[in-house]
């Protein structure tokens, strides 16, 4: 039985004084009129008649900064979303805002309303970065608004975006260290997908900007997702879902999108535990003098196909790389989500 399941309502742009340069809301969420209090209805009960079995259903507002549209709005909203949690349909009510979207006013008519979760929008913790991306806040709004989520008892999440002008590598560590100090319950890793029409792609067009490689995008975001995974983070989501672009009627340029992009990550940090075990077992890289040995590579059911990589990149990879060796994978469910294990066949763990 699914255990989790989210009720996403898109609020497009509405009340948004901003214009973030990677950011076309009413693209994305393809609206351009204020969602109807029946809209948000009909989409609850048509999420609710499937999902009847799942263990906790939460009702999510996305799509712009919740919080920055007027009070009178969100509340209609939020009364919505209260009759359902009242009744026992749903279980939780969670929103995405801004870090300058929150103040004590705010937060205490969204407990009043039983808001559980509230999502920053962070993308970075670069102030340079964050100002490149014209963001319209700084890193200090981050810290402030966190503090004071959590203090009002709300549970925090974060989003942080990969591949904003100014980005590097090391800025995104950073941002991934940060936000483990700041302790949030959940977290989301995008990486930066240019959307045709924004000011990024026009940047870009005229050479001021360039996007991420895929590989590049993949390798920046694992090096996040090691750092938030390590810490207990639950990160709920790596990489833009198909459908969000669905969305947007597609218009996409730059290569980052990935429909699995998520697989292309957590393939890649099983390819390195599963390196590290190699080189351990006395294996060495291109290497004709390995010893010809059957390796047993194991994950647990929901881990397989990272092992593998997506497309079986990973199997290739180590076909092409450990010649000789005969690499098999198994399914090990006594292992946890993200152990990957490499052992001669006929040993002893
Ligand atoms: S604050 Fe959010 S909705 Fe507004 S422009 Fe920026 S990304 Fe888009």
């Keep these: ?65 919740f919080t920055a549209i007027p009070m009178e709005l969100q509340n209609r909203y939020l009364r919505i979303a209260g009759r359902y949690k009242e009744s026992g349909r749903i279980h939780k009510i969670h929103l995405s805002t801004r870090p300058d979207a929150i103040d004590p006013h705010i937060l205490e008519n969204l407990r009043e309303h039983s808001v559980d979760t509230i ?43 990969i591949g904003l002008p100014g980005d590097s590598p090391e800025a995104c560590i950073r941002s991934a260290r940060e936000t483990v ?8 890793l ?24 895929q590989q590049e995008a993949v390798m920046w975001t694992k090096e996040m997702y090691k750092i938030l995974d ?9 990489g833009l879902k198909s459908s969000d672009l669905i969305r947007s009627g597609g218009s996409i340029a730059g290569t980052t999108f990935h429909p699995a992009f998520r697989q292309l ?30 390796v047993l590579c194991m994950a647990n059911a929901r ?15 180590f076909l092409d790389k450990y010649p000789g060796i005969v690499l098999s994978y198994r399914v090990c469910n006594e292992l946890h989500d993200g152990e990957y294990i490499a052992r001669i066949k006929g040993d002893k763990q």
């Design 1 to 65: 039985m699914k255990k989790h399941a989210i009720i996403p309502i898109f609020i497009p742009h509405l009340g948004c004084p901003h214009s973030c340069i990677f950011c076309d809301q009413r693209t994305i969420t393809a609206h351009t009129a204020p969602v109807s209090e029946d809209e948000v209805t009909e989409t609850i009960e048509t999420w609710l008649s499937t999902l009847e079995h799942v263990e906790t259903r939460e009702i999510a507002f996305y799509g712009g900064s």
């Design 119 to 161: 999502e920053l929008g962070v993308q970075s913790f670069d102030d340079r970065v964050l100002a490149l991306s014209r963001r319209g806040h700084d890193s200090a709004d981050v810290y402030r608004s966190a503090r004071m989520i959590q203090e009002y008892g709300f549970e925090l999440g974060i989003q942080l975006m």
């Design 181 to 188: 100090l700041l302790r949030p319950q959940i977290a989301r």
């Design 190 to 213: 995008y990486p930066v997908i240019v959307i045709e029409n924004t000011g990024l792609y026009h940047l870009w067009q005229n050479g001021g900007y360039r996007p991420l490689t």
């Design 230 to 238: 390590a810490a207990g983070i639950n990160i709920i989501r790596v």
């Design 265 to 294: 990550v957590e393939g890649e940090i099983a390819k390195e535990r599963i390196e590290e075990q190699l080189a351990a077992l006395g294996f060495v890289p291109c290497s004709s003098r390995n010893p010809k040995r059957e």
């Design 303 to 317: 881990g397989l196909s990272n092992l593998v990589g997506n497309g079986g990149r990973n199997r290739q990879y």
